[in-house]
Every structure is written in structure tokens, then in C-alpha cells.
């Protein structure tokens, strides 16, 4: 028999697409807050899942400026099916998205002043339904056969920023209710995401190993920081530069001229660099922070120096 020339195989692999070659891959619907009817899906691939141990899991929050946005959106499909096949337990997450029925009631700078009084109210609340979600992962953690000590907060653009700030949260004085004393993360994945805090954030040196992808062009969510009075969201470059500082394991990954699309990208290009530092961190290995620049030949000259202006009118509803 005649066998077919590799990269044929893998023209017909990327034609018919990766995830559908797995018959194991497995999604689950569950109601994880009943009051506000919030649900998530959980992808799991039985081929990949260890039955001898625990397996690590993969909370992930959808991106949409805390004003819309889908769980399943086929956007995420790549990574979490990569994930799942990885022998991850991925749970997708709704959250509410207060922002999606803001209608400011002034004009001019007052209703930027609203927007932004609503956008922490938004990320507040978001950032609730996240570790809501956490707890409830907890609870099924034995019927799923789930590592609590193995699970990953992750999210796209607004979903960064919820993960980031429930790590935040988990990191203040008190443990947030639902949560067993004492809990952490394993790591943080953020595509393009913040941390908003009410001066310098807190307790940094304090944070789990964190993944960080951002563009220096984009305008939707700070790549270094933003600060408005006492408030500020304080971005990849920020927290990158803190945690490097404090030597801290983690990753950076940065493309110069790149907007928000640094959201959505690599969940399909870096796949593997984020399997690989996810291993690296739940195995226990130890290493320098990783800080990845890439420069793109013949790019054009962008734009890096927006105004708060530039950002609130890029993120309103």
C-alpha cells in the first residue's frame, strides 16, 4: 500500500481540522451559579486524561470588553481542544457582563467619568463569577478527578483581565468566599489582559507563575499601564517587568506593532509555548523568567502612546 507523502497528511489534518482527529474530545454543560444562571462547559479528551492521578485543569474566561460575549465562541475552539488533548479538563465560564447595558446619562467627560466607575464595577463582578466558578471546580474536583492543586485561571482581552484580577483578589488580605483557606492558582494565562487596582497593585511578589502575551500597539487594554486618579489598569509590560524584577518564575511574550489581536492569536501560534511553560510549572521545575520579544521585518511605524481617551472610546459598548 502506497503511503501518503507527509505533508499531504498534513494539508488533510489542517482541512478537516485538528480537533476533529480526536473522537475522545468530550463537552459537558454545567450550571455553576444557579442564581444568575451561569454556566460553563467542560472539554475533557478520555484518550489524554490520566486515570492513575489527578488531572490539571484549565479555567477559562471569553473575551468582550465586559459587554458581550460567548463561552463557546468557535474562536477558542483550537486552544481548548489543544488543551484538552494535552490531558487538561478545560472549563469555559460565563460571567456577567454589566457593561453590556451602560447608557451613560451625561455627555463629554462625565460620561467617561461614568464609563469608568461601570468599567470597575464590570470587572468587579466578573471577577466574582470567575471565582465563583473556581469553587465550584473545587467542589466537583474529586467526580472529575481534578488536581486542586493543578488549576489554571486563563482568559481572552476582559477574560485576562478576570483571571488576572481573581489571582489579585486571592493574593488580598482576605480568601474569598467559596474558596478553601490557603488556595492558589497554579499559574495564570493572559492573552492581553490587566490587572485594574486602586494604586500600584499589591502583593505581586505574592502571585503564582503568569503567562503574558500583549502587543505594544494595542488600544483596547494597556500594554504598559493607565492610571486615572487613584485607579489604574496596569498591563502585561507592567506586570511583567514587576515579576521579573522580584524573580519571579514566568513568561512574557510581546510583538512590537501588534494591536488586540494579540487576544485571540496565540491561542492558535503559541500552543506549544504555552504547553510547555504550564509543564514546566507543574512539575516543579524552576527556571529564569522567560521574556520574549518579536519584531516583525517591514511592519510600519504604529502608534503606542494613547490616551485614556483612546481606550475608553475603543472599549464603549
Same mark, same amino acid.
Given at each position: 500500500?502506497?503511503?501518503?507523502?507527509?505533508?499531504?497528511?498534513?494539508?488533510?489534518?489542517?482541512?478537516?481540522?485538528?480537533?476533529?482527529?480526536?473522537?475522545?474530545?468530550?463537552?459537558?454543560?454545567?450550571?455553576?451559579?444557579?442564581?444568575?444562571?451561569?454556566?460553563?462547559?467542560?472539554?475533557?479528551?478520555?484518550?489524554?486524561?490520566?486515570?492513575?492521578?489527578?488531572?490539571?485543569?484549565?479555567?477559562?474566561?471569553?473575551?468582550?470588553?465586559?459587554?458581550?460575549?460567548?463561552?463557546?465562541?468557535?474562536?477558542?475552539?483550537?486552544?481548548?481542544?489543544?488543551?484538552?488533548?494535552?490531558?487538561?479538563?478545560?472549563?469555559?465560564?460565563?460571567?456577567?457582563?454589566?457593561?453590556?447595558?451602560?447608557?451613560?446619562?451625561?455627555?463629554?467627560?462625565?460620561?467617561?467619568? #461614568?464609563? &469608568?466607575?461601570?468599567?470597575?464595577? +464590570?470587572?468587579?463582578?466578573?471577577? %466574582?463569577?470567575?471565582?465563583?466558578?473556581? !469553587? /465550584?471546580?473545587?467542589?466537583?474536583?474529586?467526580?472529575?478527578?481534578?488536581?486542586?492543586?493543578?488549576?489554571?485561571?486563563?482568559?481572552?482581552?476582559?477574560?485576562?483581565?478576570?483571571?488576572?484580577?481573581?489571582?489579585?483578589?486571592?493574593?488580598?488580605?482576605?480568601?474569598?468566599?467559596?474558596?478553601?483557606?490557603?488556595?492558589?492558582?497554579?499559574?495564570?494565562?493572559?492573552?492581553?489582559?490587566?490587572?485594574?487596582?486602586?494604586?500600584?497593585?499589591?502583593?505581586?511578589?505574592?502571585?503564582?507563575?503568569?503567562?503574558?502575551?500583549?502587543?505594544?500597539?494595542?488600544?483596547?487594554?494597556?500594554?504598559?499601564?493607565?492610571?486615572?486618579?487613584?485607579?489604574?489598569?496596569?498591563?502585561?509590560?507592567?506586570?511583567?517587568?514587576?515579576?521579573?524584577?522580584?524573580?519571579?518564575?514566568?513568561?512574557?511574550?510581546? #510583538?512590537? &506593532?501588534?494591536?488586540?489581536?494579540? +487576544?485571540?492569536?496565540?491561542?492558535? %501560534?503559541?500552543?506549544?509555548?504555552?504547553? !510547555? /511553560?504550564?509543564?514546566?510549572?507543574?512539575?516543579?521545575?524552576?527556571?529564569?523568567?522567560?521574556?520574549?520579544?518579536?519584531?516583525?521585518?517591514?511592519?510600519?511605524?504604529?502608534?503606542?502612546?494613547?490616551?485614556?481617551?483612546?481606550?475608553?472610546?475603543?472599549?464603549?459598548?
Amino acid at each position: 500500500m502506497r503511503r501518503l507523502p507527509l505533508l499531504l497528511i498534513l494539508a488533510l489534518c489542517n482541512a478537516v481540522g485538528i480537533s476533529s482527529l480526536s473522537a475522545a474530545i468530550r463537552k459537558d454543560t454545567f450550571t455553576f451559579d444557579p442564581a444568575n444562571n451561569l454556566k460553563l462547559t467542560r472539554v475533557t479528551d478520555s484518550d489524554a486524561l490520566s486515570r492513575t492521578s489527578a488531572n490539571p485543569c484549565i479555567i477559562f474566561a471569553f473575551g468582550g470588553g465586559f459587554s458581550h460575549g460567548d463561552r463557546d465562541d468557535a474562536r477558542y475552539d483550537e486552544f481548548v481542544s489543544f488543551m484538552a488533548r494535552q490531558g487538561y479538563v478545560v472549563c469555559s465560564i460565563d460571567y456577567r457582563t454589566t457593561l453590556g447595558s451602560f447608557t451613560p446619562t451625561e455627555s463629554g467627560i462625565a460620561a467617561l467619568g #461614568e464609563f &469608568g466607575e461601570a468599567l470597575v464595577e +464590570a470587572v468587579e463582578t466578573a471577577t %466574582e463569577d470567575f471565582l465563583t466558578a473556581t !469553587g /465550584f471546580v473545587l467542589s466537583k474536583a474529586r467526580e472529575w478527578n481534578v488536581s486542586p492543586d493543578a488549576i489554571i485561571a486563563s482568559g481572552s482581552s476582559a477574560g485576562a483581565i478576570t483571571a488576572l484580577q481573581a489571582e489579585s483578589v486571592i493574593q488580598s488580605p482576605y480568601c474569598p468566599e467559596g474558596l478553601p483557606k490557603g488556595f492558589n492558582y497554579a499559574a495564570v494565562v493572559s492573552f492581553a489582559g490587566a490587572i485594574l487596582s486602586e494604586g500600584e497593585p499589591a502583593n505581586l511578589d505574592a502571585f503564582c507563575p503568569v503567562m503574558l502575551f500583549h502587543g505594544d500597539a494595542d488600544c483596547q487594554v494597556p500594554y504598559n499601564k493607565l492610571t486615572a486618579g487613584p485607579m489604574g489598569l496596569y498591563g502585561s509590560l507592567y506586570l511583567a517587568e514587576r515579576f521579573k524584577s522580584a524573580g519571579k518564575e514566568g513568561a512574557f511574550h510581546m #510583538e512590537k &506593532g501588534a494591536t488586540h489581536e494579540m +487576544a485571540l492569536r496565540p491561542m492558535k %501560534e503559541n500552543l506549544f509555548d504555552i504547553a !510547555g /511553560f504550564l509543564s514546566q510549572v507543574l512539575s516543579g521545575r524552576t527556571s529564569d523568567y522567560e521574556w520574549t520579544v518579536v519584531t516583525v521585518p517591514g511592519r510600519a511605524s504604529y502608534k503606542t502612546d494613547f490616551t485614556i481617551y483612546d481606550y475608553i472610546r475603543s472599549n464603549l459598548p
